[in-house]
């Protein structure tokens, strides 16, 4: 099984940088991901990390370094449409995402 | 585009009463999932399949059932409902061939036994 740990609540101001930590314990790896959600919605994709390093797509990068069981998820020029819970989910041997809890990031003007 | 639809998109059920939720998806991917979403929890996985015709067991698969009969549909089946089942589902399917082999997901149903 996987453990997933991730804050549950992060407040940040418009224009700023936010970092969501996500560390794991795996008895298999094939890949994390990053799932945004709104409230009352359905998790949609952002990122995806199976080696270690950087990925960046526009405003959000995505951290991975397997030895530590560690990612971050960078939101960089904060806007208030990223006030959202986030996801981190890792993919077991299997192929099954197992998923953190979320952290509610709210951005404030 | 539809993606993937749910039906109902919210329904309260009296305890012991059969609920089967609906789940579509037009994309042709291969792989489908239900998950439960609860406070606290984020997300676990109920029942899956990887192809039509399979099904398997998540982390979180008693007091449900599912079935595959064809690669678009996958419902998903409370026998005999208890107030503990109370919880937003998410259906979702991935394909093997996209870049990441990442899950996609339906709107969800909003689910409350009384």
């Not at chain 1, 740990?5 to 094939?30: H, K, L, R, W």
């Not at chain 1, 959202?84 to 003007?109: E, I, M, W």
């Not at chain 2, 291969?30 to 398997?56: E, F, K, V």
């Amino acid at each position: 099984g996987q453990n997933i740990d991730q804050p549950t609540e992060m407040t940040a101001t418009e224009g700023a940088i936010v970092q969501i930590n996500c560390t794991y314990q795996t008895s298999g790896f094939n890949g994390l991901f990053w799932y945004q959600q709104h409230a009352g919605e359905a998790p949609t994709f952002l990122s995806y990390n199976v080696l270690d390093g950087l990925e960046e797509k526009g405003r959000f990068s995505s951290f991975l370094s397997r030895s530590k069981g560690y990612s971050y998820l960078l939101l960089k020029e904060l806007q208030m449409k990223d006030s959202a819970s986030y996801l981190c989910a890792v993919r077991d041997g299997d192929y099954k995402l197992s998923f953190g809890a979320g952290t509610t990031v709210t951005v404030r003007a | 585009i539809a993606g993937i639809t749910q039906a109902p998109t919210s329904q309260i059920l009296a305890a012991g009463r059969r609920m089967t939720l609906r789940c579509t998806q037009d994309m042709r991917h291969n792989a489908m999932y239900w998950y439960r979403q609860d406070l606290g929890l984020g997300l676990r996985l109920i029942h899956y399949s990887n192809t039509a015709g399979t099904t398997g067991k998540g982390e979180v698969p008693d007091g449900y059932s599912v079935s595959r009969a064809n690669t678009d549909d996958f419902p998903l089946t409370l026998a005999s409902a208890v107030p503990s089942q109370t919880s937003v589902y998410f259906c979702a399917s991935s394909d093997e061939a996209s870049s990441y082999n990442e899950q996609f997901f339906g709107p969800g149903t909003r689910l409350t036994v009384l």
